[in-house]
């Protein structure tokens, strides 16, 4: 990832999960990223969520792992933002988190976002 792929890093909630804003660009480097990490593998989507703001939408992946155990890792969660409207679109990150795909689909339908 480039020096501006990560935009900021902070708490998601306080004492709760790393929250990362990723340049949406990016999103898919730091998905493969988080996965082959050796001391994260991050192989699972426990969910994903969007919110509308004021000309935005706000996706937000809450990862954790099955293959550490769960003394040994902690959930991150990452968060890009895209612009609203119908032409609104992010990369898919289902080849990465096969866990992803039904929530994508929900978010489509829901929120009209693509998801290429």
Do not use: C, Q
């Amino acid at each position: 990832m480039g020096p501006r792929a990560v935009l900021a890093v902070s708490r998601f909630s306080r004492g709760g999960p790393l929250s990362a804003w990723i340049e949406s660009g990016a999103i898919e480097r730091a998905a493969k990223g988080l996965v082959e990490h050796p001391g994260l593998r991050l192989d699972w989507v426990e969910n994903l969520s969007a919110m509308e703001t004021e000309g935005s939408v706000v996706l937000t992946y809450f990862l954790s792992s099955n293959r550490v155990s769960p003394e040994n890792s902690s959930p991150i969660v990452l968060r890009i933002t895209l612009g609203s409207g119908p032409g609104a679109a992010a990369p898919s990150l289902a080849s990465v988190w096969p866990s992803a795909e039904p929530f994508e689909r929900e978010i489509t339908e829901r929120f009209g976002v693509r998801f290429r």
